[in-house]
């Protein structure tokens, strides 16, 4: 038995040793103590300082940080999950020391297990692990440190794989496997990726659906459905307490409605339109998948010393002023000429891949290609996001969820996944079944003329393809023609170099194929080949956007930030609690330097609070100073030029933590109630909705010099202060409004509280000498940390059980195969 075990382990220890080495071989700087300079690493490490150092300080989780954007939940930047099984598993698969590789080794593998369930032979699978782990995208997100959507991508494959398996071979295997892979998915954390896989499987699940009522076997085919189900509900479950936070605070992010009718012809019930698509791929782009620099690649990278474009200039201003002038303009001289804002590089999936999915929809039969095909046309369609309004509005106004999530083109990934799918399943079938000669070359012709024919048509002939770039007609407007003809010959030299590339590799990916049809190689010699063709087919490309050059010693990634001279004269502030608005960094708002030292107006963050958001587009961008002093703005940190460095400046018209107003107004919807910010002092005066008139005990409020009010203890998710009042007061606090889970007790009894001045809370505090506390508590952790338990303990009771009947040989009757 346990020989037996060895035996059947020995083939996955092998592709799992192969996977770690060729990543290792990769990212080899890793072993010399080095890691990758990932920028949103970087905003991750600002702006989860605060909630890190109070975690070690007290070993409480503070579900609630302060360090960006004037406050707000912990959960959607760091939170540990107590009793989560599944995170010990995801921390061993994903550890520290050894990311990036570790990301890679976990997408080789997910799609390796993808395949294994399909039924596909060992080695071809090892091929078909390096074929989805080495796509260029996956590559790319490691660069900023995307490492969410990396775990999530790595799961993906065992998703989809494990309900394949339910349908198709043993539905409650499958189901056990399906609630562990979708419960390590949804862990991550990335919903968008969790969202796309969802597409995917709603496909399968329509064809799965049309094949049993082919067969007349309905009843299997919602048996499995049931079953799946439940797994889904277990894997949910386990990770109820992130869905739960993440779910509740959406309706006040930038992910739900908003409450302003400004602007509502680009406003959805999630994000605006405008910024969902703002990273649309174009029509033209989509040749990416095939050709890697049919634009041009990534917009971070300009044309060198051997372009025409730089000779050019070389000639005309010499040395000197040449490299001035594309240094300086990076947006004009970049290599990238796409209709995107910007770019880390192309979504290319292999040319090899291509050409094998084009043949495989010429030789497979049956849904399973149909399957697939769909997955991809329908990525590629909403991957073009503003380029084809008429769907993208489409699904924005009527499918569910779709407006929560932005950068359409990501979707792209499930083309990533259909692709290589389809490539391995169709060399699995030219290997196991017999196709007649004439239907396989009839196939391989047709293949390609396809893929080949367009190759060579952009590498003879680049011209026809659109060379445009966004600075183009403004540079010929102003009499700079000659350098848009010289980039033009630049981006058509560059598209033509990669298009002979695709072509060379669509020839020899081709005659594989055909000395495997005539058996001029064994079967092990034919899977490494293949496993070669598909590294040299992609490996290259990704090393133009990650590379050595990315990795930098360990120590300056583990000390991200250094203090300045002017951060540190703020830290030397003895007030325990005020804001500082960084100015000295390009963009405070996507920027988390500040947040790693002290508590910050702006911050990093792609789900804000909405009303926040709101202030920053409308007042905060545009300095006003009125929203800065009612958010305790105490410091700006600026650039001194004549200096040259970053100094503190006070700003003596902050409010503080708290302060009493005699003056209110009462304001009929959000639109009036931002408009009346524009003009009004909030030292005296509050401004309420009228949906909190019933909070308010009296509309006339009258303050003594002798009131006062005094923050005395601050944690991040506990505020107490100290307040003496010869009469109730109506109090506002610079803290950001958000009732779920801030509860305001005075000695210990709960009061409410409401929001003013469009983002603030306030309160009626009753007169005396009393202590007022913020306590963040959400019900939606606490509850949800018990469902996520109960879920885990059914699971590990689940699959005991399924192992007690496979070991006693009671082999579950549920099969749908």
């Known amino acids: 038995m346990i020989k037996k075990l060895i035996s059947a382990l020995i083939p996955h220890l092998s592709a799992i040793i192969a996977f770690i080495v060729i990543a290792s071989v990769y990212f080899s700087p890793v072993f010399e103590g080095e890691t990758l300079d990932q920028s949103d690493m970087r905003g991750y490490y600002g702006m989860s300082k605060e909630i890190k150092d109070f975690r070690e300080k007290t070993g409480i989780d503070p579900l609630w940080t302060n360090s960006m954007f004037g406050g707000m939940p912990a959960y959607l930047i760091n939170m540990k999950q107590p009793g989560q099984i599944l995170s010990k598993i995801n921390g061993f698969l994903t550890s520290y020391p050894t990311r990036p590789v570790c990301f890679v080794v976990l997408y080789m593998l997910g799609f390796y297990i993808l395949l294994q369930l399909f039924g596909v032979n060992t080695w071809l699978s090892i091929a078909g692990g390096i074929a989805y782990g080495f796509s260029s995208y996956l590559f790319i997100i490691l660069e900023p440190g995307h490492v969410t959507k990396a775990m999530a991508l790595g799961y993906m494959p065992m998703v989809i794989g494990a309900a394949y398996y339910t349908f198709n071979k043993n539905a409650i295997w499958g189901a056990v496997l399906f609630s562990f892979f979708f419960g390590l998915q949804l862990l991550t954390n990335h919903l968008q990726i969790v969202y796309y896989t969802f597409l995917i499987l709603i496909f399968f699940g329509i064809f799965e659906f049309t094949k049993y009522y082919r067969e007349k076997k309905l009843q299997k085919f919602f048996r499995a459905t049931g079953l799946l189900l439940a797994a889904a509900v277990l894997s949910i479950g386990m990770n109820f307490t992130g869905l739960w936070t993440v779910y509740e605070y959406s309706k006040y992010s930038m992910r739900g409605p908003s409450d302003l009718t400004s602007d509502s012809e680009d406003r959805t019930k999630g994000l605006d339109r405008s910024y969902v698509t703002a990273w649309s791929y174009s029509k033209g782009e989509t040749f990416n998948l095939l050709i890697p620099n049919f634009k041009g690649g990534s917009s971070g990278q300009i044309f060198d010393k051997d372009s025409n474009i730089y000779k050019h200039l070389v000639s005309k201003y010499g040395p000197r002023n040449a490299f001035s002038a594309i240094s300086a303009n990076p947006g004009i001289f970049t290599q990238y000429w796409g209709s995107q804002p910007g770019t880390s590089g192309p979504v290319y999936i292999g040319a090899s891949l291509i050409f094998i999915f084009i043949l495989g929809m010429f030789l497979l039969k049956g849904p399973f290609k149909w399957w697939l095909f769909s997955i991809t046309s329908f990525a590629i369609l909403l991957s073009w996001g503003g380029h084809f309004k008429l769907l993208t509005d ?127 190689l064994n079967l092990k010699t034919f899977y490494i080949l293949l496993s070669l063709l598909f590294l040299i087919d992609l490996w290259p490309v990704n090393k133009r956007y990650l590379n050595d050059d990315n990795f930098v010693p360990k120590r300056i990634m583990d000390n991200p930030y250094t203090a300045t001279e002017a951060d540190k004269a ?17 963009n405070p ?140 007061q109506l109090t506002v606090f610079s803290e950001i409004y958000y009732p779920e889970g801030w509860k305001l007790l005075i000695d210990g009894r709960e009061i409410p509280y409401f929001r003013v001045n469009y983002i603030l809370r306030a309160a009626v505090l009753p007169s005396g000498e009393h202590i007022a506390e913020f ?31 496979l070991i006693t040989k009671r082999d579950p009757s549920l099969k749908s195969g």
């Open 589 to 728: 708002f996507s920027s988390s330097r500040a947040s790693y030292f002290h508590k910050s107006v702006g911050g990093y963050h792609g789900a804000k609070i909405r009303r926040y958001q709101d202030l920053i587009e409308r007042y905060i961008s545009k300095g006003n100073d009125t929203i800065l002093d009612m958010l305790n703005t105490k410091y700006l940190i600026q650039n001194d030029p004549s200096k040259k460095m970053q100094v503190a400046v006070t700003r003596p018209s902050a409010l503080g933590n708290a302060w009493f107003v005699s003056e209110l107004k009462i304001v009929e919807n959000a639109d009036e109630e931002i408009n009346s910010l524009k003009n009004f002092n909030p030292g005296y005066e509050a401004i309420v909705d009228k949906t909190f008139e019933n909070k308010l005990t009296s509309k006339s409020f009258v303050t003594d010099s002798s009131d006062y009010i005094k923050l005395i203890s601050y944690a991040p998710n506990n505020l107490k202060y100290d307040y003496s009042t010869s009469g109730d």
């Open 394 to 520: 489409l699904f924005l106004d009527y499918f569910p969820m779709y407006n929560k999530f932005r950068t359409v083109s990501m979707i792209l990934v499930m083309a990533e996944f259909a692709i290589p799918l389809l490539a391995i399943y169709t060399i699995h079938k030219i290997i196991n079944e017999n196709f007649s000669p004439a239907v396989f070359k009839k196939a391989i012709v047709y293949a390609l003329s396809i893929t080949g024919g367009i190759c060579l048509l952009f590498a003879l002939a680049p011209r026809i393809a659109d060379l445009n770039g966004p600075y183009d007609e403004l540079l010929s407007s102003q009499g700079y023609g000659d350098w848009v003809s010289k980039l033009k010959y630049d981006r058509a030299a560059l598209l033509s170099k990669d298009a002979f590339r695709s072509l060379i590799i669509i020839l020899v990916t081709s005659g594989l194929l055909y000395l495997q049809w005539y058996k001029k």
């Open 775 to 805: 306590i963040f508590k959400p019900r939606s952790y606490f509850t949800g940390i018990k469902i996520a338990l109960a879920s885990t303990v059914i699971l590990i009771l689940l699959t005991g059980a399924a192992l007690f009947l």
């Open 570 to 586: 703020i830290m030397n502030d003895t007030d325990l609690y005020f804001r500082v608005f960084d100015l000295s960094v390009g």
